[in-house]
């Protein structure tokens, strides 16, 4: 049984005692705790079942990269899925469950898998469940779903809120440990601006536990006095900021970083955000991220209670938890010695030190066999006892096949396979590794480096990160390179004294890939690799075998490594297996891809603030309230919001677009046109350069006049239109589509400042500066009469000119022109008297009939009159010609922006589908995007099509369906019919004619 | 005539922690033209009465900011009511010149930010380096908070003035409102 001792704990504060559930089970810890070592201290060693096989499985590790204690947290708003236990730290109340297991964690049906495992191998779901097809859907596939999988997915909007934070540093130091607070001192004496962070809530890392049980010290005095006098310097320093609970999550190009800090994680009653994501742009990167211990490859190394020798230490030294009464410790170097001191040291039984090592160890082996503890060289593990939790071990020679010498009794094995530096954050942004043949890892190639834009490294491993596996090499590792760090980022580097540290030399270690080495195929497929994937010894070589020779093929065929915890215990005993298998050395078979992050970050982090109303920004007029209080049924445009139609009480949204158009065509209708671009454009060669940007002529347009115009790209596609109107000899003023201004005031910025950089032209984006309302049908000049201020009789503003003055006392410009071909006028007063001037428009309106009117009747009366819309019949591939707008392209001009590419080949093809007006023979609506078909069938065994539909609606006025559509030689075939197949089923028949239905001398306009 | 409104008519919130404000109506005009020409700059400086900023820097001086948004751009802040007349007064002093003097004080909203904490709320909204060692009294950035782009400068210590476009202001002010929640301090700068 694992439990708490009585005395121990470094991080605990038994005065303080919390509650929390497990499985609905009421159990207690102490503040300081993380669930892990809570559960443990309760006596739950099996916390979870396996992925594949539903094993029962046990917490292995104590910190980032445990594989097996994942749990579900919180209940609603707060639940969460996949929180590993040993990064949990207690509160109050936490409320914890265990995954993938039915009904329960003891009694588990899918453990029947594990019966059936020989022949879920690897490869199994690709080999098994190919044939026949239609199962895979029906049958297979909801049988995996509901065997597999870990935590389920979060069914309530999560209750708490997230936030980023952008900073810039000098130098980031990542790992609070000696390494990272000695390199942060080095480079902060040296003046640079540092930012030192550390995923746990404490600093000093690995040498607090390791140290103290090596006797190790440093400066003469223990290692824990270093740390926070060194910690205490750095909190002095101004030039330095230290955080905790913030993790490297992953490093990016230029010395940016993301880091996650955890806030109210282990207090979550507290106020303010749950997470922050640290934006942080480093000059220089320090990683001190430390290293992982290996498990070892034997049979039944996933019993609950096999764990690794390191965490084993850590349950007793930083949390007063025992593992286990009697530990076996088994070991291919010498710091698991550690962990038997340890627990010699607690009063607990250490029946046997298992060294794979024919010569066993050094100093530290010394230090246990004083101590009384048997130790036994050239041994190993031939296979572990017991299902849920370890009852004993089975003994044999690491170098035979598995005859069992002898089993010992135990409830727990400590287990180390040696020490991989935490490349992770080395190798995000391309930092490549290099094999160490004497500790038997990848460390960072410090010749190939992740390089800034000069070509320099701009991360700098650091202590055991970098393989100094002695603490004196990593306290001097550290010191050079904080220096270092300084220096490249522009700082005049200041050493620091490096204290006299003495602490055991440890003997070399031996690589042990799979124990006993030549264990046959029944111990195999009980030695895992991957504990959270299921992936044993067994299926690697089996890939092998099936001729996955690349690693990163090996990988995903197996799975192993894919899982939550991306193989930070798996991926490095995965490859060696690999590599026996195929024969060649480890460098040679090389590591899978590290990727960010390094553990896995909440959603809500990466969405920062980014959440209900401030999901996305919309775009409001002066006048939405007014919209909106006034019933507006929204449509998006852009970021922008305008009203579709304003329904009234009963009336469907269908019925009120109807009613809008009618009213405005009969009466007066009123518009909020204010989301139209507006881009002012002026200077001397401002003439010649509105030449270029438009098809038509603008030059030549008179002061107080307006001209429709269109924009082509380069390559002749139709991308905006609007009126361009002449304020002064200089100044022309370029209405756009609504969703076009930011994009036409860049392309025109772009041209000025790329290619005609020396014309004297400057333009100035004022969309927003007007609100613009478009005053609209035949009352339209009554009610601006009404308000008075301004002449705006057909003698003193004609069609298509503006003029400027005042309107009910707003300073006003009226624009005579018309999008509906009613007589209408478009009235730019300034955005902050928009909505007095709308109120004031629909008051002396009201006796005129004054209606306002959305987008849908915009867009119907728009296309009566055959008016097209960017977006409708234009979609990125067609040309004004195809629209029949050749009256707007001008033939007197030498150039303009997309002339040349209308004149190639393709883009003079006859055969290109031209705009026609549509009307269906019995008076329906055309269905939107429709097709026309044409005869026989094309090489896809599909119709043949000869057009297809841009804009349809029921045209209140017409009291019939209209439409205009792009079709082959349609302008020649004037009056013949043409047939669009329905999605639903039926078929449309309709005439082919003007697409100008409605008043097509423009009579009404022009009054 | 109406009253002109600012786009979300002086509201102000203080629940956070600093203290929130929409101020205007606020008078401004884009000035383009040659900074390098001695003309443009006494123009300039007879209209504003102010000296040229430098690159990313701000002119202030009694009810005027000069602000230096790119490298042929100035926007000037001045009292609402005072637009017409210094439109006026650099349209003739720079008559004859390449300039272009445009009154956008409507086409934006203008926010202030005061408190401690002012600082780390905008670093929380924005990418610009904002350590006080980089970004003092007098300085002025355009670039983006969170999805919209913004202006801002430090018109007194820990007293941000915020320019965006008049659309997003509800925007702007709910973004900073979150970015102050209360207990949300980071305690960095």
Known sequence: ?1007 | MSEPVSALGGVTWADGIAQIAEIGPQGMITLRGDFDDPEFRVAVKNAVGLDMPGQRAVQMSGENTLCWMSPDELLVLCPYGDVAAMLAALTSALAGHHALAVNVSDARAVFRVTGPYAREIMAKLTPADLAPDAFKTGMFRRTRMAQVPAAFFLRETDSFEIVCFRSVAQYMFDLLKTAAQPGSEVGYF
């Not at chain 1, 904080?482 to 005049?492: D, M, Q, V």
């Open chain 1, 1 to 1007: 049984m694992s439990t708490r001792l009585a005395k121990g704990g470094r991080f605990l504060d038994k005065g303080k005692p919390v509650t929390f559930t497990f499985n609905g089970k009421r159990l207690k810890g102490y503040e300081g705790d993380t669930l892990a070592s809570a559960l443990l201290a309760n006596g739950q060693v099996m916390v979870g079942r396996s992925f594949k096989y539903h094993r029962p499985r046990g917490i292995v590790a104590s910190g980032a990269e445990e594989p097996n204690a994942l749990m579900n947290h919180g209940a609603g708003g707060t639940f969460e899925p996949n929180q590993r236990a040993t990064t949990t730290e207690l509160y109050d109340g936490l409320q914890a469950g265990s995954q993938n297991h039915w009904p329960n964690l003891e009694f588990d049906v899918g453990a029947i898998n594990a019966g059936f495992s020989r022949f879920l191998t690897a490869g199994f779901y690709y080999k098994m469940f190919i044939h026949p097809r239609p199962l895979w859907k029906h049958v297979y596939e909801p049988f995996i779903r509901q065997s597999a999988g870990l935590g389920k997915a979060p069914k309530e909007q999560d209750a708490d809120t997230y936030e980023h934070f952008n900073v810039n540093v000098d130098v980031l130091v990542i790992g609070g440990g000696i390494a990272g607070l000695q390199a942060a001192l080095a480079a902060g004496k040296s003046g640079a601006k540092v930012l030192v962070i550390e995923q746990t809530a404490h600093w000093g890392g690995r040498a607090m536990v390791d140290e103290p049980l090596a006797e190790g010290r440093i400066g003469g005095a223990p290692v824990d006095k270093f740390v926070e006098e060194t910690r205490a310097a750095l909190e002095k320093m101004p030039n330095v900021s230290m955080r905790l609970r913030l993790m490297g999550a992953g490093v990016y190009d230029h010395g940016y970083v993301l880091g996650y800090e955890r806030l109210t994680d282990h207090a979550p009653t507290a106020a303010g955000p749950r997470h922050r994501l640290w934006r942080i742009r480093a000059k220089r990167i320090v990683t001190a991220t430390g290293a992982i211990e290996r498990p070892l490859s034997f049979a039944g190394n996933d019993v609950p209670g096999v764990m690794l020798a390191s965490a084993v230490r850590d349950y007793v030294v930083n949390f007063g938890v025992s593992v286990g009464d009697r530990v076996v410790v088994v070991t291919n170097n010498d710091s698991a010695y550690l962990t038997a001191i340890a627990m010699k040291k607690a009063g607990l039984e250490v029946p046997c030190i298992l060294d794979a090592r024919p010569e066993g160890g050094g100093a530290l082996m010394q230090a246990a066999q004083d101590l009384g503890i048997p130790v036994e060289t050239g041994k190993a593990i031939a296979k572990v006892k017991g299902t849920r939790r370890v009852t004993g071990v089975a003994i044999c020679v690491q170098a035979g096949e598995g005859a069992v010498l002898k089993e010992i009794a135990c409830d727990a094995v400590a287990m180390s396979g040696g020490w991989s530096p935490v490349v992770h954050l080395w190798s995000h942004c391309g930092g490549k590794l290099t094999w160490d043949t004497g500790h038997a890892h990848f460390r960072p190639d410090v010749d190939n480096p992740p390089r800034d834009d000069a070509g320099e490294a701009f991360v700098i491993p650091v202590g055991t990160a970098n393989g100094a596996m002695h603490i004196a090499l990593a306290l001097e590792d550290a010191e050079m390179s904080g220096r270092a760090a300084a220096k490249a980022a522009g700082h005049k580097p200041k050493p620091v004294a490096t204290p006299d540290v003495t602490s055991p030399q440890e003997a070399a270690m031996e690589p042990v890939w799979l124990m006993p080495q030549g264990a046959p195929y029944e111990l195999r497929m009980k030695a895992w690799l991957d504990f959270q994937n299921d992936v044993k010894v067994s299926d690697v070589q089996l890939a092998a075998q099936e001729g996955f020779e690349s690693v990163e093929h090996a990988k995903r065929y197996t799975t192993l490594g894919m899982a939550t915890d991306q193989g930070k215990l798996s991926n490095i005993n995965g490859l060696a297996i690999l590599s026996d298998a195929l024969g060649q050395p480890i460098p040679q078979t090389g590591t899978t891809t590290f990727r960010p992050p390094y553990t896995p970050i909440s959603m809500g982090a990466i969405a920062g603030e980014a959440r209900g109303a401030v999901f996305q920004p919309i775009r409001r007029t002066p006048m939405q309230a007014w919209h909106d209080a006034h019933g507006a049924d929204w449509e998006p445009v852009g970021h922008w919001r305008r009203p579709y139609a304003y329904p009234r009480s009963s009336e469907s949204v269908h019925d009120a677009v109807m009613r809008e158009v009618k009213n405005t065509r009969q009466a007066l209708g009123l518009l909020d046109a204010s989301t139209l671009g507006k881009i002012i454009v002026k200077g001397p060669d401002a003439g010649r350069f509105l030449d270029m940007m438009y098809t038509n002529m603008m030059s030549t347009l008179k002061v107080g006049k307006c001209r429709y115009g269109l924009m082509c790209s380069e390559n002749g596609f139709l991308t905006d239109d609007g009126v361009v109107a002449r304020i002064d000899e200089d100044t022309w003023l370029c209405h756009t589509t609504s969703g076009g201004a930011d994009s036409v005031h860049g392309h025109m910025e772009e041209w000025l400042q790329t290619e005609w950089w020396d014309w004297k032209v400057y333009t100035a984006n004022v969309t927003e500066q007007y609100a613009q309302i478009a005053v609209v049908g035949p009352n339209a000049r009554k009610v601006l009469e009404k308000l008075g201020g301004m002449d705006v009789s057909k003698e003193a503003l004609g069609f298509m000119e503006w003029k400027e003055g005042e309107i009910a006392g707003i300073p006003a410009r009226a624009f005579r022109i018309s999008f509906s071909g009613e007589l209408s006028y478009e009235i730019a007063v300034p955005a902050s008297q928009g909505l007095a001037f709308w109120e004031a428009l629909m008051e002396a309106g009201a006796e005129f009939g004054a209606m306002p009117y959305g987008t849908e009747a915009l867009h119907i009366m728009r296309a009566e009159k055959g008016f097209i819309m960017i977006g409708d019949e234009t979609d990125g591939t067609v040309i004004p010609q195809d629209l029949g707008l050749h009256w707007a392209l001008s033939k007197k001009k030498d150039d303009y922006l997309g002339k040349r590419a209308q004149e190639r080949s393709h883009m003079a093809d006859p055969t290109r589908w031209k705009l026609v007006g549509l009307e269906t023979v019995d008076g329906a609506v055309l269905p939107d995007g429709a097709y026309a078909v044409a005869e026989g069938t094309n090489a896809n065994g599909q119709r043949n099509v000869q057009g297809r539909v841009t804009s349809t609606y029921h045209s209140p006025t017409l009291d019939r369906g209209i439409a205009m559509g792009l079709v082959l030689h349609g302008p020649d075939r004037m009056g013949e019919v043409i047939e669009f197949p329905g999605v639903d089923g039926k078929t449309y028949k309709a005439k082919i004619v003007d697409p100008v239905f409605y008043d097509k001398d423009g009579e009404k306009q022009n009054v």
